[in-house]
């Protein structure tokens, strides 16, 4: 695909799709990640000299204007972050969208308002991808973390305009090239979260890929239980037992080492700091639930991260919002900071829960990178092609 190298942006009208979709409480943002990460991709167009017209969803106002799903406020936290003005128009197309863009000199940044409040975006109407196409001369997608929607903004204007990927998604793509397209030998990929049947095509997926697969989280209590471990009242999906002997059966055909607990932290109740114990995966009390892998599996995961040189990780490996049931993943997380570091192993770690882990961890920083991306970091895990992936590559 094409990249910010390739385009000569002086003067042109660029329609750059970002992902604005931040997290917000109250009214008030509440991690200005995503924002940051688009700020080189903006400076750069903008010290080009292009003229930024910058497109996103919010939300899912499912083709209505809801007004507590309006990209307005965000137009005030990007010129803080960019320190200049972002000028911002009421509707993403049409006659309001145009008279802002015409208004813009070289270099300005012009938020449009959300493009989900168009019924069409989700159905990526060709209506809509043309009106939008018609306020730039070029599209660039920084917004990786929204390429597996094929909506109007990642997928249809793509075909409309010459496309390129902003240095947002040039730097996803590129971390997940390393992490799974021509990774360095041995990989490891750690999968937690709570269930299986969310992940099924995740864990087959990486039991092709990579040579040592760790399952921790909830979903670790599927497989055990499966293998014939009495799980006391531990969550897990018993109708998914013969799918999780099959996932073992393909990853061992693949030579792929599943690792799988051998000691558990379990408590009667799922609540902060109650009384706990460390058992082994055979000796969950009836009344008890695994809640964090313990300090035996902790060793072993690190032993095979010592020998590894390329880590991948979704999902947590216990409760980790709830502690003590943190400590797992905490550890392993240290570690995995550690070896970055100082090892040289390539980390790379991605999915909503799973950022904010790492960032509880301290660690999101000293990781060779953390996606920005949710679903679409899963789905291109899953080995999908991601439709706004596909339309640059063709662009
Ligand atoms: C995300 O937050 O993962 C992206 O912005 C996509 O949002 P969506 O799941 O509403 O399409």
Redesign the pocket.
């Known amino acids: 695909f094409r990249t910010l190298d390739d385009l000569d942006a002086k003067g042109k009208r660029v329609l750059l799709r970002a992902?604005l979709?931040v997290p917000v409480r109250d009214g008030a943002i509440t991690d200005r990640t995503r924002i940051e990460r688009l700020v080189p991709t903006i400076k750069e167009l903008s010290e080009k000299g292009a003229k930024v017209v910058v497109l996103s969803?919010f939300?899912?106002p499912k083709g209505k204007r809801v007004s507590e799903m309006s990209l307005r406020p965000l137009a005030e936290a990007l010129s803080s972050i960019l320190g200049k003005p972002v000028a911002f128009a009421d509707d993403c197309i049409g006659p309001e969208a145009e008279a802002a863009v015409a208004k813009l000199q070289d270099g300005d940044v012009l938020l449009l308002e959300n493009t989900r409040y168009h019924a069409g975006e989700e159905k990526n109407d060709p209506a809509l991808s043309a009106a939008m196409a018609k306020l730039g001369d070029a599209y660039v997608n920084d917004?990786f973390?929204?390429a597996?929607?094929a909506h109007s903004s990642t997928e249809g204007v793509a075909r409309l305009l010459p496309a390129y990927a902003g240095r947002l998604m040039q730097a996803e793509l590129e971390a997940l090239e390393a992490a799974l397209g021509t990774p360095s030998r041995p990989v490891v990929a750690i999968v937690g979260g709570a269930k299986v049947s969310t992940k099924l095509d995740l864990l087959g997926n990486l039991s092709r890929k990579v040579d040592v697969l760790v399952i921790g989280g909830a979903m670790a209590n599927t497989f055990l239980a499966a293998q014939g471990h009495d799980m006391g009242r531990s969550l897990q999906e018993a109708e998914m037992h013969p799918t999780a002997l099959r996932i073992l059966d393909e990853a061992k055909a693949a030579n792929c080492e599943i690792v799988l607990p051998r000691d558990l932290v379990v408590a009667a109740e799922f609540k902060a700091h109650p009384a706990t114990r460390t058992v082994t995966v055979d000796a969950v009390p009836s009344d008890m639930m695994a809640l964090d892998v313990g300090p035996e599996t902790v060793g072993l995961i690190e032993n095979r991260l010592r020998q590894a040189s390329t880590l991948v990780w979704n999902g947590p490996l216990g409760a980790f919002e709830t502690p003590p049931f943190d400590a797992a993943t905490v550890a392993v997380a240290q570690s995995v900071a550690g070896l970055t570091q100082s090892a040289g192993l390539k980390s790379i770690g991605g999915g909503?829960d799973t950022v904010a882990a790492l960032r509880h961890a301290g660690v999101a920083e000293r990781m060779t990178y953390v996606s920005s991306?949710?679903?679409?970091f899963l789905e291109w895990l899953e080995g999908k092609t991601l439709p706004g992936v596909a339309a640059l590559q063709q662009g």
């Open positions: 992902d979709n969803h939300d899912r917004a973390s929204a597996h929607r909503g991306a949710g679903g679409a």
